[in-house]
């Protein structure tokens, strides 16, 4: 339970705290996956808390990120289909039809036809929403790293390791 540097103090959280109480009130319950997943909530509402400081200052919300990114990792020319955007975030294709509008209306995605597929459309980032997703990850990921000061840099490849062993069932479509 307790973990800490050779040399230093042991460190405790709240987390310690809710497990101690939850082994007091009910001895009978193998409560260790709280001290995983009680964890993992508390680090996600603080990382919520970034994103929504870093996509604010730059007059986007999270959906807009999620879409706008998924456009930028694309490469040039930043482009995928309604149907790709659909699978890179998630959400159902009307879902998407309405991201989409929103999106084009503040000029930072536009609709072109596919190249491949006379009917077909794709969805292009415009310079303006090029240069604003990519100030909103920068600001992101010093947000990020700041969140990982506390972590020796040499144990963060373990830490990303354990939690891509954890999340990979998650990832699995044959479990959708």
């Known amino acids: 339970m307790e973990s800490a540097t050779p040399g230093t ?15 007091r009130e009910r001895p009978d319950l193998a ?10 909530t508390r680090l996600a509402r603080q990382l919520d808390r970034a994103r929504r400081t870093a996509f604010t200052t730059h007059e986007l919300d999270s959906w807009e990120f999620d ?10 020319p930043y482009e995928l289909s309604p149907g790709a955007l659909v699978t890179a975030t998630l959400v159902t294709s009307g879902t998407m039809t ?3 509008d929103r999106l084009e209306g503040r000029g ?3 609709r072109h036809r596919s190249p491949d597929d006379r009917r077909g459309v794709v969805v292009r980032l415009t310079d303006a929403g090029l240069r604003r997703v990519d100030a909103a990850l920068t600001d992101l990921l010093a947000h990020e ?3 990982l000061d506390n972590l020796d840099p040499a144990r963060r490849p373990e830490l990303a390791g354990l939690l891509r062993a954890l999340g990979a069932q998650f990832d699995d479509p044959a479990r959708s």
Not at 13 to 22: G, N, Q
Not at 31 to 40: A, C
Not at 67 to 76: D, Q, T
Request: hydrophobic share 50%; charged share 35%.
């Open 67 to 76: 879409v706008l990114s998924a456009l930028r990792r694309s490469g040039e």
């Open 98 to 100: 309405n991201r989409i």
């Open 145 to 147: 790293a700041a969140m």
């Open 31 to 40: 409560v260790e996956p709280l001290e995983v997943f009680s964890r993992i």
């Open 9 to 23: 103090r042991p460190m405790h959280d709240e987390v310690d705290r809710i497990v101690a109480d939850w082994r």
């Open 108 to 110: 930072l995605v536009e």
